[in-house]
């Protein structure tokens, strides 16, 4: 199987971005060894291209697989892996417009089979947000989802769910494979969800370079990428609508 350079790279960023809570054991298949050898590889090397083993770790994933594929779905692209595609779950763009209403709901009833895992009244609840452009961004499993669904379905913390959403700060220090960022935590106010004040956090940069002044975006506490100015509006700006809808009680 030959990749386009395009498509290799998409895949990339999506193993990047789900490559710390795989290691941790949160989700997808117990294989983070074979996924950090594909990531450092540099995929792919014409071998690993051929061998459709990244595409087949990542289909495995319980929570990632089935969004991208609703949003490849309601877009109408083929492609899970399309760079589009793959940029819409993690980060944003406008492919999330259209991955709302009604088919949204079906996909976490039905698809991740959410019926079975949540009680009645969260089901509820959740199909109360789904008119008020409720999308298939990353950040709304996170926030609006309060139970995690991969190995280890736990209620979500504030701790986890700062951990587990996709965050971004600028790069202020870098020593050996240690970024220090500053960004802003998830904190409750007045029973609410928000952002907090502007604070430090080491962020882990196991592959990849960050550069002093980068915005880089990061998961689990493990740099991702370094993400320009209008992938940076697009995260801040998906990730504040789908904490507004966390807020939101009928």
């Not at 990749?3 to 990339?12: N, Y």
């Not at 509006?233 to 009680?249: F, G, H, I, P, V």
Request: aromatic fraction near 12%; charged fraction near 25%.
């Amino acid at each position: 199987m030959v990749l386009a350079p395009s498509l290799q790279s998409s895949i990339l960023t999506c193993a990047k971005y789900a490559y710390r809570p795989n290691r941790l054991g949160y989700c997808g298949p117990d294989q983070n060894r074979e996924l950090l050898q594909y990531i450092e590889s540099g995929l792919p090397s014409e071998a690993l291209a051929k061998d459709g083993g990244l595409i087949e770790n990542l289909e495995k994933f319980e929570t990632l697989f089935p969004y991208l594929r609703h949003i490849a779905h309601t877009n109408k692209e083929k492609n899970l892996f399309d760079e589009k595609i793959v940029r819409a779950y993690w980060v944003g763009n406008s492919f999330l417009e259209r991955s709302g209403g009604a088919k949204l709901f079906y996909h976490l009833t039905d698809d991740l089979k959410l019926k079975k895992k949540l009680p009645k009244k969260a089901i509820e609840e959740l199909s109360g947000k789904i008119p008020r452009r409720a999308n298939a961004h990353h950040s709304f499993h996170v926030f609006n989802i309060w139970k995690r669904t991969g190995h280890t379905e736990n209620p979500h913390t504030l701790y986890t769910m700062d951990e587990c959403r996709i965050g971004w700060g600028k790069v202020q220090n870098i020593s050996k494979e240690i970024a220090e960022v500053l960004y802003r935590p998830l904190v409750f106010k007045e029973g609410q969800l928000a952002f907090g004040e502007i604070t430090s956090k080491k962020i882990f940069c196991e592959f990849g370079e960050a550069c002093l002044g980068d915005w880089i975006s990061f998961h689990w506490s493990s740099f991702c990428e370094v993400l320009g100015e209008n992938e940076i509006a697009q995260l801040k700006y998906w990730t504040k609508l789908n904490l507004d809808l966390a807020n939101y009680e009928r």
